[in-house]
């Protein structure tokens, strides 16, 4: 089967962990071997956030006393393509040497004019406390807002409308290479009057993005991993409990956060209804559970 993984940016930098370089590539190792028995089976795209680690170079290019001005969100997403898609890599080689595996930086195509730009909802970088939000908001003129009992930086998230380089991933997938791709929902971009693209000041969610990608490829199954066990209704509220079967329909009237979970909610019942294919939500150690059922939410037409 064809299948699209989306990993959560908080799968690979837990919430509290210092996003040190090898933390970071001993949670990558862990994620590997959860996915280990999906890859070995089955062709595998696979996707990843990057909202913790894009805070970091963002932060730690505001704070760069050589630049003039500090790198672009798209540039920063590009890097982070790099930097995740290395450790994916060279962790997949490791663990499934027969197997080959490519890491390929994506540009996303958006419209120059989605609303979302003015309306910012993406989360970014690490939690911080309420008071350390309102002084960066102050010093660098960034939007927060309250995830969970914390504080996240919030930037513009766009609606994807196509992976660029879909065709060079057909391809890689027909050679029957595993793929690295859509790192941080891809490089935003737009295409000018005379077709030229350009890097814009956002972030794509990576979850819709690997929506469409799914959907471009014909994919089989949408696999959405990240650090809860499935989609709760009632989420934060004594009576919460796990969804296990939804369709489309179901999901639509429910209350998700828009931040987080209100985004996978989405992009799988988009590529459910699209589709008529499956898609799934649910914790990274539970991948393969997941997959067959027995774990997670399971999103299907009917």
């Known amino acids: 089967m064809r299948i699209v993984v989306a990993l959560g940016g908080n799968a690979l930098l837990e919430r509290g962990q210092r996003p040190d370089s090898e933390t970071q590539e001993a949670n990558v190792r862990r994620a590997v071997e959860a996915l280990a028995p999906l890859a070995a089976d089955h062709e595998l795209v696979l996707t990843h956030g990057n909202g913790p680690q894009v805070g970091v170079l963002a932060l730690q290019s505001a704070s760069d006393p050589r630049l003039t001005t500090p790198y672009p969100f798209d540039v920063l997403g590009a890097q982070t393509q790099g930097m995740i898609g290395y450790w994916l890599l060279q962790a997949l080689q490791n663990r499934l040497p027969h197997r080959q595996v490519a890491a390929v930086i994506n540009q996303t195509l958006v419209d120059a004019a989605d609303p979302a730009f ?67 929902g891809g490089v935003p971009v737009v295409r000018d009057e005379r ?70 909610v989405e992009a799988a019942s988009r590529f459910v209804a699209r589709t008529g294919a499956t898609a799934a939500i649910g914790a990274l150690d539970d991948a393969v559970a997941i997959f067959e059922g027995r774990a997670g939410t399971l999103v299907t037409v009917s």
């Not at 350009?198 to 690997?210: F, I, L, N, Q």
């Not at 709760?232 to 209350?255: D, K, V, Y």
């Open 195 to 264: 077709g030229q693209l350009h890097g814009v000041e956002a972030v794509v969610d990576k979850d819709m993005t690997s929506a469409v990608l799914a959907e471009a490829l014909g994919a089989d199954v949408l696999l959405m991993l990240t650090d809860v066990s499935a989609v709760m209704s009632g989420f934060g509220t004594p009576t919460q409990e796990p969804i296990r079967r939804a369709t489309p329909a179901s999901l639509a009237g429910g209350q998700f956060a828009a931040g987080s979970m209100g985004p996978k």
């Open 118 to 184: 003015d309306e910012p909802t993406k989360f970014v970088g690490e939690v911080c406390s309420r008071e350390q939000a309102d002084a960066l908001g102050a010093e660098r003129g960034w939007r927060f807002a309250q995830d969970g009992a914390d504080w996240r930086r919030v930037v513009g998230s766009p609606t994807p409308l196509e992976v660029v380089e879909t065709e060079s991933i057909r391809l890689l997938l027909s050679s029957g290479a595993l793929v690295v791709c859509a790192g941080g």
